[in-house]
T-cell receptor
């Protein structure tokens, strides 16, 4: 079955460390997205990519980095510059244009 | 003021009741999404609409573009409908990504 796989489901990070969240899709979707969800707030866009080897900052990109070397993969690195990384992170993808986004099951990141 | 506002924030109802969740937005959009998030966190897309009304099973979504308002209705609600329902808008025109409401936490009691 086609879908989006995020791993791991739970992730712990020590302060000062970088950590990478994985997102893989086998839907042959063109665009991929990373969102952050905090309690009591709506999801906010971190980064998105509409095509391989190209990506754009979203509303809250500071302290994060991404790459899009393959169409299927869009990993997110939470760097030590992100001062408040504890959150729930969701990856999504869609076909180009006004198409519905498909979401992964998310990764919950916590700081030790 | 948030660009996407949902009401109510929390809703508890009895099984079988008719449920309405509202969404108002303040920006021009090309499409509006209704999403469902279960306690584990995964999100499922319920509807994407740009005009009129869509129905899927016991779920109905409507949108009024002139009034910048959408509603999600659940008929004959069931405890398995308990979830967070999220309204999100797609602005199109080069602005990619969705803008989300804060969600409505729905609990259906048996």
């Amino acid at each position: 079955d086609g879908g989006i796989t995020q791993s791991p489901k739970y992730l712990f990070r020590k302060e000062g460390q970088n950590v990478t969240l994985s997102c893989e899709q086998n839907l042959n979707h063109d665009a991929m997205y990373w969102y952050r969800q905090d309690p009591g707030q709506g999801l906010r866009l971190i980064y998105y990519s509409q095509i391989v080897n190209d990506f754009q900052k979203g509303d809250i990109a500071e302290g994060y980095s991404v790459s899009r070397e393959k169409k299927e993969s869009f990993p997110l690195t939470v760097t030590s510059a992100q001062k408040n990384p504890t959150a729930f992170y969701l990856c999504a993808s869609k076909r180009y244009g006004d198409q519905p986004q498909h979401f992964g099951d998310g990764t919950r990141l916590s700081i030790l | 003021k948030n660009e996407v506002e949902q009401s109510p924030q929390n809703l508890t109802a009895q099984e079988g009741e008719f449920i309405t969740i509202n969404c108002s937005y303040s920006v021009g959009i090309s499409a509006l999404h209704w999403l469902q998030q279960h306690p584990g966190g995964g999100i499922v897309s319920l509807f994407m609409l740009s005009s009129g009304k869509k129905k899927h099973g016991r779920l109905i979504a409507t949108i009024n573009i002139q009034e910048k308002h959408s509603s999600l209705h659940i008929t004959a609600s069931h405890p398995r409908d308990s979830a967070v329902y999220i309204c999100a808008v797609f602005r199109g025109g080069g602005a990619d990504g969705l803008t989300f409401g804060k969600g409505t936490h729905l609990i259906i009691q048996p």
